[in-house]
C-alpha cells in the first residue's frame, strides 16, 4: 500500500488485530439474523514520514453512516471539557459576537451549544444524519457533509471563513489527510486559527491503547508527523497542549502558514524533542507493540476465564467502539461478557459488532447485579464509578483492562 500522506509504499507492521467488523456497526435484531463483514484490521508504519495508518479496506462513506451511533453528549466529562475549550477560546483569542467559529465533525451539537449560548456565530459541519439532526435541534447551523477542499471552497465563496475552527478527534477519522489540512488552510481568515485535538501515538503506545484502534481510525498520529504533514498543506503549528481526554490527547493550535501572528512556543519545541529522544521515527520503537498488546489480550481472557470457572457474573459499561477492538480481538462473546449497558438509547436494544453481546440500559445492572463491571472507556473510569456507584451494595466490582487488567 502508498502512505496516504507521503505516497511512499508502506510494508512495516505495527500491529495486526487479525479482523473485525466496522466498530460502530452495532446490530439490530433483524441484523443479527445474517451474516457481518469482517475486514482484516492492520495497522501499517511509513518509514519515510512515520505516519502510522491502518490498510485502506473500507470508504468513509462506509463507516459513517446515516444511523452512526456515537454521541457525544453523553458523556458529561466530554461536555465539560467541551464548555471550558469554549471559554478558554474566547477569552485567549477574543472570539466574540463579530467572530465566525466553524467545527469540523460536530456531532450532535456537544460543543458548538456553548458558542450559541455565548451569542457567537457558529456552523457544524457533520457527515453523519442522525447526529448532524441532533445539532440542528440545539439551534446550531448544520452542513450535512463530508469535509473536504471542494466543500471549504464553496464555503469561503459564501462568505464563511473562519476565525476559529474547532476539529476535535477527527484528523485521525480522514482517508485523504492531505485534502483535509488543506481545507482548513483554505478556510482560515488570514488571522484565524484552527485547534485540533486527537489521541497521543505516543501515549497509545507507551500505555497499550490498541483498542482505539478501528478502522475508523485511519492515523494514528504524532506531534512530529502532523507537523510535517500540516507544513505541506498550508498550516503552522506554533502551539500544543498535552490534555488527558481519551487517554492522552494533543491539542494543537494552528494558523495559515503564511501568517506572522504567531510564534512557535517552547512547548511545540519540547514535545518534538520529546518524541525524537523516544525514537518515534525509528522502526525499533514500533517493534514491541504487538507483544504488549497480545498481553493485554491473554491477562483480560484469562480473568474472563476465571470468573466463568467461578460462576461470577461478568457486565461490560459503555458501548464504545474500542470495547469491540477489545472484545473482538480477544474472541470474547456473550458466554464471558453477559450484557453490555450504555446510556445512549441509539444503541439500546441492539448488539455489539462481532461479539454479538446485547446493549441494554443502565437501568439493567441493577437488576442483574453483576460481581464485575468491566468499564470499556477506560479513559472515563472516575465518571462511570460515580454513576454506577450502587454495585458497591452486592460487592460488585469494576475492572478495566488496558492499559493492564487492574480491578479497581
Not at 433483524?30 to 491502518?54: A, D, H, I, M, S
Request: glycine share 6%; aromatic share 12%; with cysteine.
Amino acid at each position: 500500500m502508498k502512505c496516504r500522506h507521503c505516497g511512499e509504499q508502506v510494508s512495516l507492521v505495527f500491529v495486526d488485530l487479525a479482523t473485525a467488523p466496522p466498530s460502530n456497526a452495532y446490530l439490530t435484531p433483524e441484523v443479527l439474523k445474517g451474516p457481518e463483514k469482517w475486514f482484516p484490521l492492520r495497522v501499517l508504519v511509513c518509514t519515510n514520514c512515520w505516519l502510522v495508518q491502518t490498510e485502506d479496506y473500507l470508504g468513509a462513506d462506509e463507516l459513517f453512516a446515516p444511523d452512526y451511533a456515537y454521541f457525544s453528549s453523553f458523556s458529561t466529562t466530554w461536555l465539560d471539557h467541551a464548555k471550558k475549550y469554549v471559554e478558554k477560546m474566547i477569552s485567549l483569542y477574543n472570539i466574540d459576537k463579530k467572530s465566525f467559529v466553524v467545527e469540523v465533525g460536530a456531532n450532535d451539537g456537544y460543543l458548538l451549544q456553548y458558542v450559541v449560548q455565548a451569542g457567537i456565530p457558529c456552523l457544524g459541519i457533520e457527515p453523519t444524519k442522525n447526529t448532524a439532526a441532533a445539532a440542528r435541534q440545539k439551534g446550531i447551523d448544520v452542513v450535512g457533509d463530508f469535509f473536504d477542499t471542494k466543500l471549504a471552497r464553496r464555503l469561503v465563496d459564501a462568505g464563511k471563513s473562519a476565525d476559529l475552527m474547532v476539529t476535535n478527534n477527527v484528523l485521525a477519522h480522514v482517508p485523504n489527510i492531505n485534502d483535509f489540512v488543506s481545507a482548513h488552510s483554505m478556510m482560515l481568515k488570514p488571522k484565524g486559527i484552527a485547534t485540533f485535538e486527537f489521541p497521543s501515538l505516543y501515549r497509545l503506545v507507551s500505555e497499550s491503547q490498541f483498542d482505539t484502534i478501528y478502522h475508523e481510525h485511519y492515523s494514528y498520529l504524532s506531534l512530529t508527523v502532523v507537523d510535517h504533514i500540516f507544513n505541506k498543506n498550508g498550516l503552522f503549528i506554533f502551539d500544543v497542549e498535552e490534555l488527558p481526554t481519551h487517554g492522552g490527547s494533543l491539542r494543537l493550535y494552528a494558523c495559515k502558514k503564511e501568517s506572522n501572528e504567531h510564534k512557535r512556543t517552547e512547548n511545540v519545541t519540547m514535545l518534538l524533542k520529546l518524541e525524537k529522544s523516544a525514537g518515534m521515527n525509528t522502526a525499533a520503537y514500533y517493534s514491541s507493540f504487538q507483544d504488549k498488546v497480545q498481553k493485554v489480550k491473554n491477562d483480560f481472557v484469562a480473568f474472563l476465564i476465571d470468573a466463568k470457572r467461578k460462576g461470577k457474573k461478568v457486565a461490560g459499561y459503555g458501548a464504545a467502539a474500542k470495547g469491540n477492538t477489545l472484545f473482538n480481538y480477544s474472541g470474547v462473546h456473550s458466554d464471558l461478557v453477559s450484557l453490555v449497558a450504555d446510556l445512549n438509547p441509539q444503541k439500546q436494544g441492539k448488539f455489539m459488532p462481532g461479539s454479538r453481546i446485547p446493549i441494554v440500559s443502565p437501568s439493567e445492572i441493577k437488576s442483574y447485579k453483576p460481581d464485575y463491571v468491566i468499564i470499556i472507556p477506560w479513559n472515563l473510569k472516575e465518571e462511570v464509578m460515580a454513576s454506577l456507584s450502587y454495585i458497591r451494595e452486592w460487592g460488585g466490582q469494576f475492572v478495566i483492562a488496558v492499559p493492564e487488567l487492574k480491578i479497581l
